[in-house]
Each structure stands twice: as C-alpha cells, then as structure tokens.
T-cell receptor
C-alpha cells in the first residue's frame, strides 16, 4: 500500500470550511484513497473514499488531483464536534490488499 | 445490530500475566483486524484475518497471538504482558476488500 503524508495539525474556525491535505505520490492505479477520523477515545470512523473522481457525501467532500498524487478532504461547515484526528489511507482494492496501515494523521482543532 | 464489540473495556495487568482480548462482529464480515494505539500516535496493525481460518501478521505482531474462532470472533492474546504493551487496542472488521472498515470502541490496557 502507498504511503501518505499529512500535516500533523491544523486549526479551523467554527462554521468555516476545513480543508485537510494528503500527499500520496506513490499511489498506484488500483489504489483508492480513504479518509477516516477518530474522535478522542473512540474507534476510527469512516468518512469517504474515492479512486479518481471527486466524491461527496453527507459528511464531507473528497477532491483528488488529476495525477492522483494528492487529495483534499473538505468539511464544508466545521463544527466543534469535528475536532478529531483525520487519517488519509491509500489502499488497493484487489485481493491481497487486506492490510490497512494508519499513519499519524492530522489533528484538526475547530475553534469557536 | 451491535456492529463490532470488544471486551473488556478496561484492564490492568501485572508484568508477566496473560490475558485474552475478545472481539465479535455481527455484520457477517469476512476480514477482521487488531490494532494498537499508543498515546498521541496513529493505529498500528498487529494481526489480521482475511477470512475465517486464516491469520496474518501486521506491523507489530511480536508478543501477541490471535485466534479466528469463527466468522464472528477474533481474539488477541498476550501470553506474558509487558509494560510496553500498555495501549488502547481496537478491533475492526470489513466485509470485502475495498469496503469500509468498522471499528470497535477499544480496550484500554495498562501493564504495570
């Protein structure tokens, strides 16, 4: 699985959009980009994933660059409850890609 | 539908003691995982089971053993606990490769 690089921490004002970047320059053609988050003391929670097209769901949007070497998770209107550690993971979809490796993630602080 | 459950929630052990952490999922998922998370760190994969009857090592398997008892249950055993194994342990499951992982609430283990 490709490695990812994320900033260790970010701040965001409540009500504003939070844009969390992730670099995955060694991503291969069959690997998806997944985002999870972990609110303090809880298990990680799935947010969104994508291959090459931009994706949106009720929680967030995922923007993947055309060369797929980086992506951005967007929380359109951050709330205090969005304060968490956000993990960007790149993982293959074919058989054998069962291992999911989590890095250190980005600690997002949403401030009032 | 309880999702992924873990027992116990908290445990204190003395160095050298043994214990088994239990994990069960009721989503009929094929693959299951054990991670550990040290304070301020990301998750590290200990062992995983791609399907019933199979187990494989992750990033940090030393000092642990696992059993995939049946499709629902995946246990993690510490034969001789060490202070370095003080951590929060998360179990997760997933149906098929490429699909979302679901995490349990975690077991907080302190080894004195």
């Amino acid at each position: 699985d490709a490695k990812t690089t994320q900033p260790p921490s970010m701040d965001c004002a409540e009500g504003r959009a939070a844009n969390l970047p992730c670099n995955h320059s060694t991503i291969s053609g069959n690997e998806y980009v997944y985002w999870y988050r972990q609110i303090h003391s809880q298990g990680p929670q799935y947010i969104i994933h994508g291959l090459k097209n931009n994706e949106t769901n009720e929680m967030a949007s995922l923007i993947i660059t055309e060369d797929r070497k980086s992506s951005t998770l967007i929380l359109p209107h951050a709330t205090l409850r969005d304060t968490a550690v956000y993990y960007c993971i790149v993982r293959g979809r074919n058989t054998g890609g069962f291992k999911t490796i989590f890095g250190a993630g980005t600690r997002l602080f949403v401030k009032a | 539908n309880a999702g992924v459950t873990q027992t116990p929630k908290f445990q204190v052990l003395k160095t050298g003691q043994s214990m088994t952490l239990q994990c069960a999922q009721d989503m009929n998922h094929n693959s299951m995982y054990w991670y550990r998370q040290d304070p301020g760190m990301g998750l590290r994969l200990i062992y995983y089971s791609a399907s019933e009857g199979t187990t494989d090592k992750g990033e940090v398997p030393n000092g642990y053993n696992v059993s995939r008892l049946n499709k629902r249950e995946f246990s993690l055993r510490l034969e001789s606990a060490a202070p370095s194994q003080t951590s929060v342990y998360f179990c997760a499951s997933r149906n098929r490769d490429g699909e979302t992982q679901y995490f349990g609430p975690g077991t907080r283990l302190l080894v004195l």
